[in-house]
């Protein structure tokens, strides 16, 4: 359970829950031309030829038609689980309220903002500091930096919508269905125009009965809907993922880079609401107890009881949230099991193996780069920094065959590598910096594990934001990987206070939180389990946040 005492208030139920959110001018009026082109069109042509003729569809019942059991299934469960990822999406999105088409994420670039609130420049501002609270009327589970929680209800329901989407498009195929939804013949784009034309003069065209065939505009919204909308949401997610990134930089680029893939992910959630909102409208307006039969019962009769069945449906998935609102305060900790209990098994077979791989040019360095974490107030810390970390010492030890205590001059004799990567924080933003330090690899080699070290874990002399010593670890076999640095540069200075002197992990193919700041000393264990309270880290025991974040 999240005990909500002061700390944990402070933290998901601030003072300042104000909801604002600003648009880019620019992007507005982008928006605006978009609407309401093709609407004056239809105006313009209505006005000048009238309405257009629209072929009358046949009543026949030649070729697929009706809904089979499957498809009643599969739209219930689209809708419950989509309404899920959107509530969870919009949990995850307030922990980071801005949205970019550039992967720096500097403050005053972003096209859309929900927050009031301006990056302060005279002070530390930390992504943490900058998350905004949701009311959970809205999301899931709502309030403020619930982001663990958030996550955990996103992947179990994507995978849900996947495996709803590997049942229901082999099947359209199979029994001919899809012919309802794919289009078949080019005289389906100017049939489905000049139904939007009768649309758009608030005159509704011909109305076909659904349990036969789709007037040409329905049938290529749902078109688009399946094959469009559902996979376009998927990659776009996939596109965010650090373990992707880093092995496949070109695929974030077809959506225009990390973040154009985090803004084209949202906007397809805008899309999906906007199909919701507009396709109930219409089952409602086009017979709506004819067409509940349709998709609820699978029958095409006029009684009322596929209406009353659609009601109590939509009654089950408002319970759900009520369910998952609950269970995301009582039990958060087991919804962080359920979903690593699906997610490991999937990411050690599939995006753990790749090793990170990438090619960022100094050109890219990101200009900002937003902080996170708290200080070390720790005066061993203070005093070490004062001096420049001269007398520091990093303790590395645990199961290893040579313990050893290396200052940073230690270190340094050790080698160097470079690398340009771009860090991915759980909360959404990225940024390119370029890193230098000692690979652990050869750390590793150093010290010697002993066959039983499967773990290695960081210690920070900093705090986690619930207090205690900030940890996390990592596999052996993953720190062995190229590019895990044991950094001491940053963009070719010295690490500076902020951004985690005097040595940091970077691990590039893991989110932001896996990279400890402010290292004090390294120990080599067997597992995770040993540590905290044996979630991984930190994050993973306080904020219920992955011990395998590949994405
Ligand atoms: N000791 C410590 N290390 C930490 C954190 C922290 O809170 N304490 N935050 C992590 C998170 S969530 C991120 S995104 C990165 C941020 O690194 P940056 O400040 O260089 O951007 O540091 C990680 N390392
Ligand atoms: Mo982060």
Not at 35 to 50: H, M, N, S
Not at 111 to 119: A, E, N, Q, S
Not at 479 to 507: D, F, H, I, Q, W
Request: proline share 7%; charged share 15%.
């Amino acid at each position: 359970m999240i005990p909500f005492d002061a700390a944990h208030r402070a933290v998901h139920y601030p003072p300042d829950r104000r909801f604002r959110v600003w648009i880019r001018p620019s992007f507005v009026a982008g928006v605006a031309v978009l609407i309401f082109a093709p609407l004056v069109f239809a105006w313009g042509q209505a006005a000048i030829f009238g309405l257009p003729y629209i072929l009358p569809i046949s009543e026949a019942p030649a070729g697929p038609h009706g809904f089979p059991l499957w498809i009643c299934y599969a739209h219930f469960f689209n809708f419950l689980f989509l309404m899920m990822l959107v509530r969870s999406g919009l949990s995850i999105l307030m922990d980071h309220p801005r949205l970019y088409f550039n992967d720096d994420c500097t403050p005053g670039t972003e096209w859309i903002r929900f927050t009031p609130l301006r990056v302060p420049k005279d002070r530390v501002w930390t992504a943490k500091d900058d998350a905004r609270y949701i009311s959970p009327v809205f999301a899931l589970p709502g309030y403020r930096h619930t982001i663990g929680v958030a996550r955990s209800w996103h992947f179990i329901d994507v995978y849900g919508f996947i495996v709803t989407g590997l049942i229901f498009i082999p099947l359209l195929f199979i029994t001919g269905q899809w012919k309802r939804v794919v289009p078949t013949s080019w005289t389906m784009l100017p049939q489905a125009w000049n139904t939007f034309v009768h649309y758009a003069n608030f005159h509704f065209p011909p109305e076909p009965n659904g349990f036969y065939g789709y007037n040409a505009l329905q049938h290529l919204v749902y078109f688009a809907a399946i094959f469009l909308f559902a996979p376009l949401s998927i990659f776009a997610g996939a596109a965010m993922s650090p373990a992707m990134v880093n092995r496949f930089p070109l695929f974030p680029r077809l959506f225009g880079g990390r973040q154009g893939a985090r803004s084209i992910h949202f906007l397809m959630m805008l899309a999906w609401c906007a199909y919701l909102i507009v396709h109930v409208t219409l089952v409602a307006l086009t017979g709506f107890e004819r067409n509940m039969n349709h998709i609820v019962l699978g029958t095409d009769s006029s009684r009322p009881l596929g209406m009353i069945l659609g009601f109590a449906g939509i009654a089950v998935v408002i319970a759900t949230w009520v369910v998952a609102h609950y269970a995301s305060w009582k039990f958060p900790r087991l919804l962080q099991h359920i979903q690593k209990a699906i997610s490991q098994p999937i990411r050690l077979a599939t995006l753990n193996r790749f090793s990170p791989s990438q090619r960022y040019t100094k050109e890219q360095i990101s200009p900002y780069f937003w902080p996170n974490g708290k200080m070390p107030e720790r005066e061993d810390w203070k005093q070490l920094s004062a001096g420049k970390f001269r007398d520091f010492k990093l303790r590395v030890g645990g199961l290893v065959e040579t313990p050893v205590e290396l200052s940073l001059l230690d270190i340094q004799a050790l080698g160097k590598e470079e690398h340009i990567t771009m860090h991915h924080c759980i909360q959404g933003w990225s940024g390119i910096a370029q890193w230098g330090g000692v690979p652990m690899k050869t750390l590793v080699e150093l010290v010697k594990p002993k066959p039983s070290a499967k773990t290695v874990a960081f210690f920070s002399f900093g705090e986690g934001l619930y207090g205690g010593t900030y940890y996390n670890t990592q596999s052996l076999e993953n720190v062995l990987k190229p590019e895990c640095l044991l950094a001491s540069e940053m963009n070719g200075e010295p690490l500076t206070e902020e951004y985690g002197a005097p040595l940091r992990l970077r691990v590039e193919n893991q989110l932001g939180y896996k990279m400890v700041k402010w290292i004090d000393r390294i120990e080599f264990i067997e597992s995770a389990k040993q540590v905290g309270e044996g979630e991984g880290g930190t994050n993973e025991d306080d904020e219920y946040f992955d011990e395998l974040p590949n994405i």
